[in-house]
């Protein structure tokens, strides 16, 4: 079925990563939907934490969007729903706005959104211009409506680089510096939103500050196409599935819970942290997280690792994510060098390795599909265990080892669910080999 919808939208990038664009495009979110609008908001790429802030901007589901995880037919299909009921559309890009394959640009160019990056301005001048201009002349399918400068020093600082951008070529706002637009961050990205007590004020505090930089008028209306896609199989009905959800586990794409309620499966959350038993259930997930922050809570609560591993014993479906593998190991070793007992489905050791160990997205090829998604981690598994298989690269090359245990299913790759309904099926029913 074919979705057609006309708003004003806007892709939000920058010429690089740390410019702000996130805050940026949080406090737009804001602005606007305090100004009474439905605001939509999407965020380029398999990022995790920059969504939940702008779902509490925008106080709308925040989904992610790329070409090649997600599918570029669902890429068009979710903008065009969005702007058929919304009054603005932003998306939030992922690095520069040319950076990475696909790069933000690719969206940009398949769906004709006018991009509109984020500068830090701060100590630049004329080069700002400089850089506007080349940004807008190094792809000829990629058009920018105007720039934004952000972290500016005072009205004549704004007023300078102004000046300075190529004819034709507006400076939307100048965004001044302000303790509010910075977000605390840690090594996987933006705290939590949850973990941030004053978010919503914070929110409208950015969203005062924008206005006052002009930056409360609607960009231009977009008019965007897709094709909805058809009903996923029933391949889940009356399936029980466990999912970890706390401080610990955190990492779930919205429109994964979606696939799985669309296939006939319940979702029953619990906590690993606070829970001391599973609730009633045939497969159990754990997803990514923060598991290294709360090591220690989780290896005292023994109640609840007795409850993992008798559902693994009993060779019941596990799918375990990146931190949900680490929770499987023997032990955790946090950032302080301290092991920590875990459930041991897994033998051997998580231990956090201070940089970065995998990045990037990545394929799982399985008998019911190619099951798309992402890697992104700073520990590693230490493990007498023979993978079972291997994730690929886009170019092909193997990437993250998949372990299989009894009815376990563990790697450090994050799946995009609705690029292989029949796999995602597989694997909760047990019979993913």
């Known amino acids: 079925m074919s979705v057609r919808g006309s708003a004003p939208a806007a892709l939000i990038s920058a010429p690089g990563s740390g410019q702000g664009k996130s805050m940026i ?11 009474g609008r439905r605001v939509r908001v999407f965020k380029f790429g398999p990022d995790y934490l920059d969504p939940m802030v702008l779902e509490q901007a925008s106080g709308a589901p925040v989904y992610q969007l790329h070409p090649w995880m997600t599918g570029e037919a669902e890429c068009r299909w979710r903008l065009a729903e969005a702007a058929a009921e919304a009054d603005l559309v932003l998306v939030e890009g992922a ?5 990475g394959d696909p790069a933000t640009a690719e969206l940009a160019a398949m769906t004709d959104l006018p991009a509109v990056p984020v500068i830090d301005a701060s100590g630049m001048a004329q080069t700002f211009g400089a850089l506007a201009l080349g940004m807008d002349r190094y792809r000829g399918d990629v058009r920018l409506s105007g720039v934004i400068a952000n972290r500016t020093g005072s009205p004549g600082h704004g007023r300078m680089l ?3 951008l190529p004819e034709g070529m507006p400076l939307i706002g100048a965004v001044p510096r302000h303790e509010a637009l910075s977000i605390p961050d840690r090594h996987l990205g933006l705290v939590q ?3 941030i007590v004053d978010l919503d004020e914070r929110l409208d505090t950015i969203a005062g500050v924008l206005g006052e930089a002009g930056l409360d008028t609607l960009p231009a209306t977009v008019t965007l196409e897709g094709e909805r896609p058809a009903p996923p199989p029933q391949r889940l009905e009356g399936v029980r599935i466990a999912l970890a959800r706390d401080d610990a ?16 499966a319940e979702v029953r959350e619990f906590s690993p942290l606070t829970d001391t038993t599973l609730p009633e259930c045939d497969a159990l997930w754990l997803p990514g997280g923060y598991p290294e922050l709360h090591a220690a809570r989780l290896a005292a609560n023994t109640a609840m690792r007795e409850a993992v591993q008798a559902h693994h014993a009993a060779g019941r479906p596990i799918l ?7 929770y499987c190991a023997e032990q955790l070793v946090d950032a302080d060098g301290k092991a920590h007992e875990m459930c041991a ?10 940089r970065l160990k995998g990045l990037g997205v990545q394929a799982l090829d399985l008998p019911g599909g190619e099951l798309r998604g992402h890697t992104f981690h700073h520990s590693a598994l230490d493990t007498p265990l023979e993978p079972a298989t291997h994730t690929r690269r886009r170019g092909g090359s193997p990437a993250e080892a ?4 009894r009815g376990l299913t563990a790697s450090y790759f994050h799946a995009y669910f609705p690029t292989a309904p029949q796999a995602v099926a597989d694997l909760f029913r047990g019979n993913g080999d």
């Open 402 to 405: 998949v372990y299989r245990s």
């Open 95 to 99: 690095m520069g706005l040319f950076d």
């Open 249 to 264: 586990f955190a990492f779930v794409y919205r429109a994964n819970l979606e696939l799985l309620a669309a296939m006939g």
């Open 320 to 326: 375990a994510e990146c931190g949900g593998l680490m």
């Open 162 to 164: 102004a000046a300075s």
């Open 345 to 354: 489905l897994v033998p051997g050791t998580a231990a956090m390795a201070g």
């Open 193 to 195: 939103a949850g973990e």
């Open 25 to 35: 495009t949080a406090g737009l979110a804001r602005l606007h939907r305090n100004a």
